[in-house]
């Protein structure tokens, strides 16, 4: 089963939709209400829920989700019934086989009850109509390129007496998101320091976008935080919150970060965790949908 744990929630919805093909005939029993078994209609539309909510223990590697609202349609027409089912969710990964496996039922459960009047039944169709959500759907394209730097924030990796692994796994994600990373970059625990970098990537060098990992905790040298407020314009508490949040379902810790994120001028700037499990974190927390900043930055609005 492939690993989600890493993903967050977001609303989802798929459509899928399955035809049965029949005879003229069939369609009039059905409209006449002349079934043997009874009205196929409502029986397949209880099956086709009940099959969305159970498809995980049909198809072996689905994940067990919480399915949120169903709905089941059908359309007669003079020789063929077309189930239509909508499923919906909040949640980490999709609903589309969902949907997919709601619409099979439902036309296995007509062609169940209308075998015994009609030997020419056949499900000629199952197909996915559409799917909406998850982060793809977040994923901002730009048509240039937008320009970046990490910084690493540490006296023992300045130093070298350590070495930099969460800069580098933020260097890897941005390139990864379409960021050009311009510069990378590893200083002390210096508040001058940290904010004269910051107004020289965003006044002089005008960066898009300026991701920061370390100095956010609790230690006497932990600076990046007050650093960073000082230079800011404009604050955007979310950002950090958003991460947090998603830290602290994974380990307590996140709660005792104090990063800052915001911008000054056009360059957005956030502050992350300086353990690269942190940063990773956080990283998953935020993108691709954070990068939605950068063209609100830009006057291109929500």
Not at 19 to 34: E, N, R, Y
Not at 168 to 174: E, K, S, Y
Request: hydrophobic share 40%; charged share 25%; with cysteine.
């Amino acid at each position: 089963m492939f690993d989600i744990s890493s993903k967050t929630n977001s609303a989802r919805c798929a459509t899928a939709v399955s035809i049965l093909s029949v005879s003229p005939a069939t369609i009039d029993l059905i409209k006449d209400g002349k079934i043997p078994k009874g009205d196929p209609l409502p029986v397949a539309r209880v099956a086709a829920i009940q099959a969305a909510k159970d498809t995980s223990r049909i198809i072996p590697f689905c994940h067990p989700i919480p399915v949120e609202w169903v709905e089941v349609a059908f359309e007669l027409s003079d020789s063929s019934i077309k189930s239509t089912v909508t499923v919906k969710n909040t949640y980490k990964t999709g609903v589309e086989v969902e949907a997919m496996t709601a619409a099979s039922v439902a036309a296995l459960t007509l062609y169940d009850m209308l075998k015994m009047v009609d030997e020419h039944l056949l499900i000629s169709e199952i197909r996915l109509e559409s799917k909406k959500g998850g982060k793809s759907a977040w994923k901002e394209k730009f048509t240039v390129p937008p320009r970046g730097a990490v910084v690493v924030m540490s006296d023992t990796i300045a130093a070298g007496k350590k070495s930099d692994t969460a800069g580098l796994a933020i260097v890897d994600r941005l390139k990864k998101d379409g960021v050009e990373v311009i510069d990378y970059r590893i200083i002390p625990d210096e508040p001058e320091q940290i904010k004269q970098l910051l107004i020289k990537y965003s006044d002089a060098d005008q960066l898009d976008l300026v991701i920061t990992t370390g100095g956010t905790g609790l230690s006497p040298r932990d600076f990046t935080p007050e650093a960073t407020a000082e230079i800011l314009d404009r604050e955007a508490p979310g950002i950090i919150q958003a991460a947090i949040a998603y830290g602290n379902e994974r380990t307590p810790r996140a709660m005792l970060g104090r990063g800052k994120a915001g911008a000054r001028g056009k360059t957005l700037i956030i502050n992350l965790p300086g353990s690269r499990k942190g940063t990773e974190e956080s990283l998953d927390a935020l993108f691709p949908s954070v990068l939605h900043a950068l063209k609100m930055i830009a006057g291109g609005g929500h």
